[in-house]
């Protein structure tokens, strides 16, 4: 079954860090560019990063570039962001996905809840 | 900055009705990298469309995409109770606040 399943989400305090990880299982992981995206509560999709499928080409949006790293272990079949000095509005749900050609996401996650608050 | 508009905020139709959600870009998209999404309340999104009119995997055929430029519309032909959700367009990555379409 293809299947990707998010983990590490949780409560951390403003300036705090986390790292959230994503098991790739019933696709070739280590062939596939991967996507974080995000959503805030009641909002809409925020895309975070990408990375290539072995790991030399990563891209970020502005808002979390400097603080938030990807990286993966294609060895594992894992995704992985670091998310460092956060902030409250970095609060949401973080999706891993497949990222495949046309620029789209048709593998996804279920998600993980991230909560900054003191 | 690149921004896309979805159009209405909320949609409220019946079950066998025709929707048109609209997306409309800041900027004109000189490629066709458009793409539509599903989500239903609690679950993740679903591609629905992409490279602005390619079905996914296992979608049905009331469901199709159109436009160009700046424009483009989501359109489903008839709507069927598992097709209220909210949906959300891309052009790369920017997305769309998304338009939710409730039952009337």
């Known amino acids: 079954e293809v299947q990707l399943v998010e983990s590490g989400g949780g409560l951390v305090q403003p300036g705090g860090s986390l790292r959230l990880s994503c098991a790739a299982s019933?696709?070739?992981?280590?062939?596939?560019?991967m996507t974080w995206v995000r959503q805030a509560p009641g909002k809409g999709l925020e895309w975070m990063v990408n990375?290539?499928?072995?790991?030399?080409?990563?891209y970020y949006v502005a808002s979390v570039k400097g603080r938030f790293t990807i990286s993966r272990d294609n060895a594992k079949n894992s995704l992985y962001l670091q998310m460092n000095s956060l902030r409250a509005e970095d609060t949401a749900v973080y999706y891993c996905?497949?990222?495949?050609?046309?620029?789209?996401?048709?593998?996804w996650g279920q998600g993980t809840m991230v909560t900054v608050s003191p | 900055e690149f921004v896309l508009m979805q159009s209405p905020g909320t949609l409220s139709l019946s079950p066998g009705e025709k929707a048109t959600l609209s997306c409309r870009a800041s900027?004109?998209?000189?490629?066709?990298?458009f793409a539509w999404y599903q989500q239903k309340p609690g679950q993740a999104p679903r591609l629905l469309i992409y490279?602005?009119?390619t079905r996914a995997t296992g979608i049905p055929d009331r469901f199709s995409g159109s436009g160009s430029g700046t424009d483009f519309t989501l359109t489903i032909s008839r709507l069927e109770p598992e097709d209220f959700a909210v949906y959300h367009c891309?052009?790369?990555?920017?997305f769309g606040g998304g338009t939710k379409v409730e039952i009337k």
């Open positions: 996905a497949r990222h495949i050609g046309y620029e789209v996401c048709d593998i």
């Open positions: 019933g696709f070739s992981f280590s062939s596939s560019w």
């Open positions: 990375i290539n499928p072995d790991g030399s080409e990563k």
């Open positions: 900027q004109s998209v000189t490629n066709n990298y």
């Open positions: 490279a602005v009119s």
């Open positions: 891309q052009f790369r990555g920017t």
